[in-house]
């Protein structure tokens, strides 16, 4: 389906629901009523556009959204990738755990694979948070800033130092893969371990960790290709603006 | 059964290999990508058995590298924007191909990978890889192996990249918790 500025919002939802991750990350509520895209954005004042490209690249899967998506205020996608933050920290990641959990409570094969999942899971977990802190209280932090300060006649002289020692480059470096691990896990549930008794549980945690996997890997490509040479461009033109 | 992934920037012909690839038997799992970047990004991702790549398109990296982020059956095949000649390569294949050609020649790579992927997969860990991944899982480094072993940094790695081919396992710990499951350590080892 073409989406366009008239489609009803909730004809969108029905012709594909995997974008309910979207609206629920841009906080748009339910009770859509008749209302058009359109209406709804402006209603809970989202640029109509930046709307229209992200629910495009998730529902075609065709174009790169690097750039048309780097047109915007960085602000906004920053908003988008904290608010898919929480919900992997509130809801997916501590969900997945519980079903692991309630598996090796249901395991009853005398070994221990199941506590070693627990186990990997939950390096897994502390490694997750540790990428995302870094990112809610660093990265996330001095994209704002450099936003805020390159629109200013005048940088504040903390920032202007902090910008002339730091580029985000180094942060694309070291920006670790926190799908790789996940992927194992999947793996080896799927191809080693014999699923304990209750079979329906054990297919759903599959299910889960594939779709919590696809959606990292939207995540990571929003921060890699787009967000960060955003910031790139950012930061070439707040030091041509303010040359030492 | 192999993994594509199509490399190329124009729509049109991305989406007509999409289409024609989706008739075509032997392909597990496929993916598109047009921009360079994208293309980097998937070829680390998604780790394709498969890559056609327009010749035409610059990566950001040369040749070699992008060899290197690939396992070793990993092959290319090229798409290329003018008529091909009579005796061109057999991994080239041109925007001009017939849908006869196209689907002879793709067919011909997908079933040859095919072949040298079955005698990979009744073939297990070899009892060399086997001492290697022990070694792996109980936390000893490249190098530590290397030498405990008498053999290269670069044999070990070697070893490694097969590893991580046969049991789709990449991490250190999760090789751990396949070692763990599989007997080739015990819990004690690690505690
Ligand atoms: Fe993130
Ligand atoms: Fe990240």
């Known amino acids: ?43 809970e004042g989202i640029d109509l556009n930046f709307f229209l490209n992200l629910a495009r690249w998730y529902h075609e899967r065709d174009f790169f959204p690097g750039e048309t998506l780097m047109n915007h205020p960085v602000k906004w996608l920053v908003k988008y990738l904290r608010s898919t933050h929480s919900c992997y920290i509130e809801y997916h990641i501590p969900r997945i755990e ?29 490694e997750f948070t540790a990428h995302i802190q870094l ?35 180094d942060f694309l470096d070291e920006h670790s893969d926190i799908e790789e691990k996940l992927v194992d896990l999947r793996n080896i549930l ?28 939207d995540h990571t490509i929003l921060e890699e290709n787009v967000l960060i040479p955003q910031v790139i461009k950012m930061e070439k033109d707040f030091h041509n603006k303010f040359p030492r | 059964m192999a993994k594509v992934l ?11 290999l999409v289409s024609l690839l989706e008739q075509t038997d032997g392909v597990t799992e496929l993916k ?34 992008l060899l290197s982020l690939l396992h070793d059956k990993a ?5 290329i924007n003018t008529p091909l000649p009579q005796d061109s390569p057999a991994n080239h294949i041109s925007v001009f191909d017939t849908k006869n050609k ?71 710990s999760g090789l751990t918790v396949y070692s763990l499951i599989n007997g080739i350590i015990k819990m004690e080892d690690i505690q």
């Not at chain 1, 008239?6 to 974008?19: G, P, Y």
């Not at chain 1, 519980?98 to 409570?105: N, T």
């Not at chain 2, 199509?6 to 007509?16: D, F, H």
């Open chain 2, 6 to 16: 199509i490399a190329e920037t124009s729509y049109l012909v991305r989406k007509g």
């Open chain 2, 102 to 172: 196209l689907t002879e020649k793709l067919s011909l790579h997908l079933k040859q990978y095919e072949s040298t992927e079955e005698k990979e997969e009744t073939e297990e860990l070899t009892p060399r890889e086997k001492l290697i991944l022990k070694h792996v899982a109980l936390g000893y480094t490249n190098k530590e192996i290397a030498t405990k072993l008498f053999i290269s940094t670069h044999t070990v790695i070697s070893h490694r990249k097969n590893i991580t081919r046969k049991l789709d396992i990449k991490t250190v």
């Open chain 1, 190 to 217: 799927l191809k080693y371990l014999a699923p304990p008794s209750d079979n329906c549980l054990f297919t759903n945690v599959l299910i889960e960790i594939f779709r919590l996997g696809n959606d990292l890997n």
């Open chain 1, 98 to 126: 519980e079903e692991i959990i309630r598996m090796e409570s249901l395991d009853r094969s005398g070994g221990h694979n199941m506590q070693l999942m627990l186990k990997f899971f939950r390096e897994y977990i502390s």
């Open chain 2, 32 to 65: 598109a990508a047009g921009h360079p970047d994208t293309i980097m990004q998937t070829l680390k991702e998604f780790s394709p058995d498969i890559i056609l790549l327009n010749s035409a398109i610059q990566m950001p990296v040369s040749h070699d590298k």
């Open chain 1, 1 to 43: 389906m073409h989406i366009s500025p008239n489609t009803k919002m909730s004809d969108l939802v029905q012709s594909d629901f995997e974008l309910l991750a979207v609206l629920q990350r841009l906080k748009i509520p339910f009770g859509f009523k008749e209302k058009s895209i359109q209406t709804i954005c402006r209603e």
């Open chain 1, 135 to 169: 990112e809610e209280e660093k990265i996330f932090p001095y994209i704002l800033s450099l936003e805020e300060n390159f629109e200013k006649e005048t940088p504040a002289p903390e920032f202007l130092k902090t910008a002339r020692g730091y580029t985000i480059k």
């Open chain 2, 75 to 79: 092959r290319f095949i090229y798409i």
